[in-house]
Antibody
């Protein structure tokens, strides 16, 4: 069974760094892309970017280029989304998903709250 | 970056039929945009209903169908059920870059 399990909710202060994770199991992690999707409170879905864990080929949406870093560690079948300096506007639910059959498999989401 | 447009809200009667559409600021939506449709209910992660214009997953109820209509991608719900009340999003691919539409809030009333 394909599963994407995300790390737990985070509460951070502006300026802090953060790295959230998405662990894939039940499939060949290195041969399937992983995408990250943002959903701000009460708002729609936003495509952030995508990574191919096999060679770490990473592509960012223009809106997120330079704002976040997407990475993966294939040895532990885990993809990451990280910020070096959080802003209040980064408060959102973040989903990882596998883009096969649309986005056929989704993580449960990680809620990130940034507040002073 | 392209802008993908959807109806902000629609209402359908139980048992009725409704069509949601997904347009692109770059012109007509084609199969080459690999249109996908997602359903999201409150407090839940989205799930894919339709991919590559009209393909369904095993979990997609038969009452949902995808197509291209008048230069847009379309999601048609035939025989709406109360449990279909949700937010619906489309996703288009632009030579690898992908953009979500703003979503349609569907009310079954």
């Amino acid at each position: 069974e394909v599963q994407l399990v995300q790390s737990g909710a985070e509460v951070k202060k502006p300026g802090e760094s953060l790295k959230i994770s998405c662990k894939g199991s039940g499939y060949s992690f290195t041969t399937h892309w992983i995408a990250w999707v943002r959903q701000m409170p009460g708002k729609g879905l936003e495509w952030m970017g995508i990574i191919y864990p096999g060679d770490s080929d990473t592509r960012y949406s223009p809106s997120f280029q330079g704002q976040v870093t997407i990475s993966a560690d294939k040895s532990i079948t885990t993809a990451y989304l990280q910020w070096s300096s959080l802003k209040a506007s980064d408060t959102a639910m973040y989903y990882c998903a596998r883009p096969d059959g649309g986005l056929g498999f989704w993580g449960q989401g990680t809620l990130v709250t940034v507040s002073s | 970056q392209a802008v993908v447009t959807q109806e902000p809200s629609l209402t359908v009667s139980p048992g009725g039929t409704v069509t949601l559409t997904c347009g692109s600021s770059t012109g007509a939506v084609t199969s080459g945009h690999y249109p996908c449709w997602f359903q999201q209910k409150p407090g839940q992660a989205p799930r894919t209903l339709i991919f590559d214009t009209r393909n369904k997953h095993s979990w997609t109820p038969a009452r949902f169908s995808g197509s291209l209509l008048g230069g847009k991608a379309a999601l048609t719900l035939s025989g709406a059920q109360p449990e279909d009340e949700a937010d619906y999003y489309c996703l288009l691919s632009y030579s690898g870059a992908r953009v979500f539409g703003g979503g349609t809030k569907l009310t079954v009333l």
